[in-house]
């Protein structure tokens, strides 16, 4: 994997650290190269600094790149402002040999050398490229399954397109696919591709500001949006801090704002501590909720199945048209059933009577290429919920006529009789509960049909 310098930029050492705690800790969680670097100044940023002086702006960032390159490792920054300015930047240098030129003469000055070999990155372009949506989604040890969230790509992540060369300038996907790759569903919105309008506010234009960013967010609550999601430090000031603004004057706003990173970092298993979320002005805690009631799901599939096997199970679904019963009952699907247990929502299947009509005719079971199929990890379900007295009536009967007698059904001597056969021979009913119980098999403590509590928990079995 390459070795990466981190660019922090101003706002986020200065104003929002908890985003730069975020980004480290999934770094590392990832094994990700990434060094800081002494010496780097403002990147500098485009509304002011180039504005006051266009000279100023490239000198200022040919000098973060010759640092770069010195140090043999390419940027790689959370902050989109910084990211359109260097790779701008380094476009111009790149492309204009005597304005290159011209610019050395002057970092000669200071002992620099702009080579141009390191290049700048986006967080997102290397999660994107070094891991992909497909690498992420086998990190993501707690899939954010059933969250709705809305992403906001920034301007400056995507524009100039012809600088920055991040992704389709109006029509992005990376990110939505970054997102969904952690389980959670990407929402459509209006507004998705509008400015956040955070720069408004140096310019005094307050008003403005805040109705861009109240616009905005009640396109993305209208949506049924759980969480925004975003990778820049301007946006995150505007709808994580104006918003706070908006909410203490009475606004019926609450929308969570997270940074990609946090919300990776959750699907990798990190805390809400080790992200620094208790930082962010907007109340993070009904997501954290909700996902921790997802983590606590997922923990307990863990505990009794092969998540791994059970994600691609669910993800692939290609037996599912051959199961002999959806085929008869259109209503049984029996992946549906899968995929509740891979988003960690064990009592919901547990409790379905639709565990109970995989009649275990192996089909799936021949046809499965991991050999972890739909048969196998609805035959577990079966036996949790017999554990939990959940199991149907019909069922329950054929059990407890086993436990009494070690057989599912008394003979009919009657019958046997008329068709002229000797007498059943006695079962050894009796020497059969003594080998059960000696074995630690006391399988007469489940809870009867309808006797099961609200919850369903499940105990350790070391024989399972």
């Known amino acids: 994997m390459p070795a990466y310098a981190y660019f922090w930029g101003c706002y986020i050492p200065g104003r929002l650290p908890h985003l730069e705690k975020a980004t480290r800790a999934v770094f590392d969680r990832l094994g990700i190269d990434a060094a800081d670097l002494d010496g780097l100044t403002c990147c500098p940023e485009k509304t002011m600094i180039r504005n006051m002086s266009h000279r100023t702006w490239l000198l200022t960032a040919a ?3 010759a640092v770069a390159d010195a140090a043999g490792r390419a940027f790689v920054t959370p902050c989109t402002g910084c990211f359109s300015t260097l790779k701008e930047a380094k476009a111009q240098l790149d492309m204009d040999p005597a304005l290159r030129s011209e610019v050395n003469r002057e970092l000669g000055r200071i002992g620099k050398q702009y080579e141009g070999t390191a290049d700048v990155l986006h967080v997102l372009d290397v999660l994107y490229h070094d891991f992909g949506p497909g690498g992420l989604r086998n990190e993501a040890i707690y899939p ?6 809305a992403v906001h790509y920034g301007c400056h992540l995507l524009r100039p397109s012809n600088r920055v060369l991040f992704d389709d300038p109006f029509w992005p996907k ?8 952690l389980g959670a569903e990407s929402i459509s919105y209006p507004s998705k591709m509008d400015c956040c309008g955070n720069l408004l506010l ?8 805040r109705a861009m960013c109240r616009g905005k967010l009640r396109d993305m609550l209208d949506q049924g949006a759980d969480a925004l999601t975003l990778v820049c430090p301007s946006c995150m000031m505007q709808y994580d801090g104006v ?47 909700k996902w921790q009631a997802l983590r606590t799901g997922i923990d307990l599939v863990r505990k009794h199945w092969d998540y791994a096997l059970l994600r691609a199970c669910a993800e692939c679904g290609a ?8 085929r008869a009952d259109p209503t049984f699907d029996p992946n549906a059933l899968v995929r509740a247990l891979a988003a960690g929502d064990v009592e919901a299947v547990l409790r379905s009577p639709d565990v109970w009509k995989c009649v275990e005719c192996y089909t ?17 379900a079966k036996h949790l919920a017999i554990r939990a007295g959940l199991a149907p009536a019909a069922a329950a009967e054929g059990m407890r006529a086993f436990r009494e007698t070690g057989q599912l059904t008394r003979a009919s001597s009657g019958q046997r009789r008329r068709l002229g056969l000797p007498p059943s021979p006695e079962p050894g009913a009796e020497e059969l509960r003594a080998l059960l119980a000696g074995a630690g098999e006391d399988a007469g403590d489940e809870v ?12 350790d079995e070391d024989d399972e």
């Open 202 to 209: 140096r310019a005094g234009e307050d008003d403005t500001a």
């Open 243 to 289: 918003q706070y603004l908006l909410q203490r004057a009475g606004e019926e706003l609450h929308l969570p704002v997270f940074y990609y990173p946090d919300l990776l970092g959750l699907a990798l298993g990190l805390d809400a501590e080790d992200l620094g979320l208790e930082r962010h002005r907007v109340d993070v805690a009904v997501f954290l909720e």
């Open 364 to 380: 799936c079971a021949e046809l499965c290429p991991n050999k972890y199929d739909q048969m196998t990890i609805l035959r577990q």
């Open 144 to 149: 954010l399954s059933g969250m709705r969230v």
């Open 448 to 459: 009867a049909p309808g006797e099961a509590g609200a919850g369903v928990e499940m105990e």
């Open 63 to 65: 000098r973060n790149l």
């Open 174 to 181: 990376k990110l939505d696919e970054l997102v969904e790759a």
């Open 319 to 326: 037996c599912a048209d051959d199961c002999p019963v959806a």
